[in-house]
């Protein structure tokens, strides 16, 4: 993805409007989406952290996942106790046991692209339609089952096959 295509998309997001105050509800959904952008490609460029957005915004549009940004960003299971099945997260940044408090500065730059992305009323999904991504790093046994989409930065993006 060309990184100069999508700088017209954030400066326009902002001109439009979508940088307006939101309401409660939307500021929690924005936050969840900010926060799963933020530990899963706070290190990535722009376009792949788009990318990582993309995915949470897909699943919220598909009838398998939750249909709220907190709902897909926190799926997960949990034991009658209450307590999270550590081996069961959707991302596992929310099951790691380590804080979930943003530290590094390009947070507030996070936020920003969460905001532009949750009120974009059309999106351009250069993932085509992805709901998995996983790190370059692993090599999982359920990738074999889906289609690889895009590559962006340290992520590669599947989904379903046709």
């Keep these: ?15 439009l409007g979508f940088l307006t105050p939101v309401e409660a509800n939307e500021q929690e959904e924005i936050r969840c989406l900010a926060e799963n ?6 290190s990535e460029s ?6 990582v ?8 549009e598909d009838r398998r996942f939750p249909d ?3 709902g897909v960003v926190k799926q ?15 991302f596992s940044w929310y099951c790691d046991g380590k804080s979930d408090t943003p530290t590094e500065s390009c947070w507030e730059d996070i936020v920003t692209l969460a905001r532009i992305l949750y009120g974009w009323p ?12 996983h790190s370059k790093k692993v090599n999982p046994n359920w990738a074999s089952h889906y289609v690889q989409t895009v ?3 340290n992520h590669i993006f599947y989904k379903d096959v046709d």
């Design 46 to 51: 722009t376009a792949g952290r788009m990318a």
């Design 1 to 15: 993805m060309n990184k100069r295509k999508l700088l017209p998309i954030l400066f326009f997001g902002m001109l």
């Design 68 to 70: 709220t940004v907190c």
């Design 53 to 60: 957005a993309l995915v949470v915004l897909n699943r919220v």
């Design 76 to 90: 997960t299971k949990y034991y009658p106790s209450g307590r999270i099945d550590l081996h069961s997260c959707q």
């Design 151 to 153: 590559s962006i930065d």
């Design 37 to 42: 952008i933020y530990f899963e490609a706070r």
């Design 122 to 133: 059309t999106k351009e999904d250069f993932t085509d339609g992805a709901l998995w991504y």
